[in-house]
């Protein structure tokens, strides 16, 4: 089981991956990006006319005579390095490190996946954390933080703890490309941000608001008890993160209790039921 995360339309395939595998998945990192429409943005069709431009870089240049009709069509400073790094000669003829003739296909779509939230990839009930900057051009704070609530529940009264802003800039990496600030001191304040967050929340139950809850409340269990017959599993289960090794909450939770399992008004000894072992 995992976190998954992504930045602009990284944070779209995280989401809809972790939609998908809702049962591998205990959370969602989403750096300016999420479930939004983004067609009519002048940001995105302005990197949907970059990909255009790029379409028609003839393979059979070479890298310099490509490199600068790069660099004379494509206007934002940023971009253009983003598609001249992603461009490189392999013997005689050029070759693209991604696949741009299938986005530029999609973009021309009049849904391309690339920009589009569809509805039907359905809700995210597990935990987010949902960072953006304060001027995006790619995340509105006026009317865009509602998509995010629409699709993802648990983002209800959160803010700013799991949904907030990160950067104050106009212009620059910060307005977007949160994790690229030059000066290196916000890439670490944004590492600190995402670090505590998953500190907390990777890996715990959906049904607790915090690993802090681990021990203390009863998860209902869906294995099968073969000693018991029961499809619960454990009378009693005690909810294990999968990452429980790197914890120590159980531990701290059953020498405050003085008790091995929790449920509610109940509690059992260890291996009661099953064997230890098995756990």
Request: net charge negative; with cysteine; proline share 4%.
């Amino acid at each position: 089981m995992a976190t998954l995360g992504g930045h602009g339309f990284g944070a779209k395939v995280a989401l809809a991956a972790a939609i998908d595998n809702m049962d591998r998945t205990t959370g969602v990192v989403m750096l300016e990006g999420g479930p939004l429409d983004h067609r009519y943005y002048e940001a995105y069709q302005e990197l949907q006319e970059y990909v255009s431009v790029a379409s028609k870089v003839d393979q059979s240049w070479d890298l310099g005579k490509a490199t600068k009709y790069l660099n004379d069509n494509i206007a934002c400073s940023k971009w253009r390095s983003i598609f001249t790094q992603n461009l490189e000669q392999k013997g005689d003829n050029l070759d693209w490190n991604f696949n741009l003739k299938a986005l530029s296909k999609d973009m021309n779509k009049f849904q391309p996946d690339t920009a589009m939230w569809h509805g039907h990839y359905g809700l995210w009930p597990g935990e987010t954390l949902a960072l953006f900057a304060s001027h995006s051009r790619w995340v509105h704070l006026a009317t865009n933080t509602l998509p995010f609530y629409n699709v993802c529940p648990r983002l209800q009264g959160k803010f700013p703890g799991h949904i907030s802003t990160f950067s104050d800039s106009f212009e620059g990496p910060m307005n977007h490309w949160l994790h690229e600030n030059p000066e290196g001191e916000e890439r670490w304040h944004l590492s600190q941000r995402m670090w505590r967050w998953l500190k907390w929340h990777d890996g715990k139950n959906s049904l607790l608001s915090d690993k802090s809850e681990a021990g203390w409340y009863y998860v209902p269990d869906r294995g099968f008890d073969v000693e018991c017959n029961t499809r619960q599993g454990e009378y009693t289960p005690e909810h294990v993160h999968h990452n429980y090794l790197h914890t120590d909450v159980y531990e701290k939770s059953r020498a405050a209790r003085g008790v091995e399992g929790s449920t509610h008004g109940q509690f059992l000894p260890k291996g009661q039921f099953t064997d230890e072992s098995r756990w």
